[in-house]
């Protein structure tokens, strides 16, 4: 059979179904074996012994594990996360509300890694061996051990504390109410759409700390990466035909050059997402951001089961889906990798 | 040639202090990493004489008082040093980074050495599970872990150290697989070599190599997620002197401009994990030069 795009997605998606499968299998595994009984710290510490007993059962919790192991693996088939056990909440609701945030944070985070890191790789490597490249080397470098909490601690007393230009908590001002213009969860869509600008600036004006102490600490590693490919790239024969046709140098680099570098970078962006999650939770700590990593935190504090566990499934799903989209767009671009 | 690990440790050594003659960009990086990490380890086994009051100590001066002469990073809320709390903190990082760095390549490298080398369905098995793992945010699985596990100096280098063992598995079993089909582990087979020799007199001298690089580099990436933990109050009980917990503790006086609280340890923490990465990122440049040559 020819090595046709569609036979690459088939393939590719089938293998993604055992990987997810064994993440949502080592999450199951982990919470059962978690110190704390549930029960007894969600009913009190002086809950009497059958009402405890008739708890467990409610929750499924008195049947053998690989009973709840296959229940368990029957309720994600039917996308039912379960219920919170702590609040009377369904876990994809609970979910669901905190996911928009977490997807702008990260959203604008990229942005902001993506043109730093790229544009500063590509000026290293145009520069190549001048005091300029080793400063940006150095600096993709160096940046990546900075705790991300610390930058956003840091960035926090700067411009929040000591100069007082920007917010440091929170989506929203005190003034500015999401239930005038939340549709979506989106706030920079919602606020858009329901044309209210003052609220959009203040929505902008909150996501500028949080998305830049993400996106500076996951440059430097687009910083390398760009830098690398490019000076693969400038060392062509069609480079040196373009500068020989006269075309102005800063065209040749940032133009003809870097899209040709591109997908690599591209391919880099589905790896990285990995992180991206991992530093958003940090980031959503640190600047009280509504988001699913602090709701992970939250509820792992509580020992809130179903929500951790849902959490958990979410993004590995999450991942698993930016993975394969990366691995298909590069498919569609690149013949030679398909299965 | 002489092939045992330790020959291979030789010639990796010989290898690299004969470039050292070439006092490139790589080598300095090298060498300031080498140094800071030196410094800090220094801090670590002398933390008594050089730390001037108990990381303990409530008493220590005034509360909440900047920089000064007594007090050279300042005070905390407790009135506890803040400079004492730093030099006793490095031995917690160091101990809980470097053990987790020593579990994870020691259980990754014998993994990826036994699955590249048999093949079969128990490599089809363990490569699925390692790149689930590998895939997955691996601060979010050290959270569930830590989470699980507890606090405790040991469980909080467990749930770092669980996180990387798919890297050194990737790594090892790469090179295996490839390495096993060179000519000379055929003729250890020849030669009636057993499969545990062959594996561990012919394949494992040729892995050391990168696996050193990859060390270096997973020491720094495991400071950066033991802190992160105790950052978010997993892993570590309060009592323990530790760099990331002094960033929680400190945050909550940050609105009132008390900075020295989160920049000291913050600054620790980047500098510690820099040492690492730059002695590994020379390292690397050093024992590749034609491939890097950039």
Redesign the interface.
């Known amino acids: 059979m020819k090595k046709s795009l569609a036979r690459y997605v088939i393939i590719r998606l089938l293998l993604t179904i ?3 499968f ?2 949502l299998t ?2 199951f595994v ?2 059962r ?3 704390g009984d549930p029960v007894s710290s969600m009913l009190g510490g002086h809950a009497p012994e059958k009402v405890i007993e008739q708890k467990r059962k409610e929750l499924g919790l008195d049947r053998s594990l690989p009973v709840q192991y296959v229940q368990y693996l029957w309720q994600i088939c039917h996308l039912d996360l379960g219920e919170s056990m702590i609040f009377k909440e369904r876990v994809t609701k609970a979910i669901a509300d905190k996911l928009p945030a977490t997807v702008e944070l990260t959203f604008f985070a990229m942005i902001i890694t993506l043109f730093m890191g790229v544009f500063l790789g590509a000026y290293a490597a145009d520069k ?1 061996r001048s005091s300029r490249d ?1 400063g940006i080397r150095l600096y993709g ?2 940046v ?7 930058m956003g ?2 960035l ?2 700067i411009f929040g ?2 100069l007082n230009i920007l917010p ?1 908590a929170g989506r929203l001002g005190a003034r500015t109410f999401a239930s005038d213009f939340e549709r979506t969860g989106f706030y920079v869509l919602d606020t858009i759409m329901a044309r209210d600008f003052t609220a959009l600036g203040d929505v902008l004006i909150h996501l500028v700390l949080p998305a830049f102490t993400l996106g500076i600490v996951l440059s430097g590693i687009f910083v390398r990466l760009t830098r ?1 490919n490019m ?1 693969d790239v400038l060392k062509s024969d069609y480079i040196l035909a373009a500068e020989a046709r006269g075309i102005p140098h800063r065209k040749i680099v940032y133009k003809h050059a870097l899209k040709n570098a591109f997908i690599p970078i591209l391919t880099m962006m589905g790896l990285q997402f ?2 991206l ?2 530093g958003a ?2 980031t959503e ?2 600047f009280s951001w509504p988001g699913m990593g602090r709701l ?2 939250e509820r ?2 509580l020992r809130d089961y179903p929500t ?1 566990q849902g959490v ?1 499934i979410v ?2 799903l999450v ?2 889906m930016a ?1 394969l989209l990366v691995d298909v767009v590069y498919a569609m671009v690149d013949p030679r990798v398909r299965y | 040639m002489k092939y045992s690990p330790a020959a291979g440790t030789a010639r990796l050594i010989s290898r690299f202090t004969g470039l050292g003659k070439k006092y490139g ?1 790589e080598w300095w990086i090298l060498v300031v990493g080498a140094l800071i990490i030196l410094a800090i380890v220094f801090m670590a086994l002398f933390s008594g004489t050089i730390a001037p009051f108990s990381p303990y100590d409530q008493n220590t001066g005034p509360q909440l008082i900047g920089p000064n002469a007594v007090h050279l990073m300042g005070t905390d809320n407790l009135q506890r040093d803040v400079w004492s709390r730093i030099v006793w903190g490095s031995q917690t990082i160091l101990r809980v980074a470097v053990l987790a760095a020593v579990v994870s390549s020691v259980v990754g490298i014998c993994l990826g050495l036994l699955s590249g080398f048999s093949g079969g369905w128990f490599d089809r098995v363990g490569s ?2 390692m ?3 590998y ?7 050290a ?3 830590a ?2 596990l ?1 606090p405790g100096v040991i469980n909080i280098m467990l749930a770092v150290a669980v996180i990387y063992i798919p890297t050194y598995f990737r790594l090892v079993r790469g090179q295996t697989l490839s390495i096993k089909e060179e000519l000379y582990v055929e003729a250890a087979k020849a030669i009636g070599a057993s499969r545990l020799t062959t594996l561990w007199k012919y394949i494992f001298p040729n892995v050391i190599a990168t696996t050193a690089v990859v060390f270096t580099l997973n020491v ?1 990436d495991a400071i ?1 997620t033991e ?2 933990l105790t ?4 892993g570590l009980p309060p009592s323990i002197v530790d760099w990331g917990m002094d ?1 929680a503790m400190g ?1 909550k006086f ?2 009132s ?1 008390h ?1 020295w609280l ?2 000291f340890p ?1 600054v620790m ?2 500098v510690l ?2 040492g690492f ?2 002695v590994g ?1 020379g390292l690397a440049e050093i024992l590749n030069p034609r491939l890097l040559e ?1």
Do not use: H, N
Request: aromatic share 10%; hydrophobic share 70%; net charge positive.
């Open positions: 055992p990987m997810v064994i993440l080592i999450v982990i919470l074996v978690m110190p190549r080793y470098i160096v990546y051990c900075i705790p991300v909490y610390w601690l840091m926090q007393l504390i000591w440091i690398a000076l990995a992180l999650m991992a939770v940090l700590t640190t992970l935190l792992i504090y951790i958990i993004v590995a991942v698993a993975s | 960009l699925l599970v790149d689930s793992v895939s997955f945010p691996g601060l979010i699985l959270i569930a872990f989470a699980m507890g720094a950066m802190a992160a950052y978010l109050g997993l960033l945050k940050l609105p401009g900075w989160i920049t913050g923490i980047s994990a820099l990465t730059m990122e950039r």
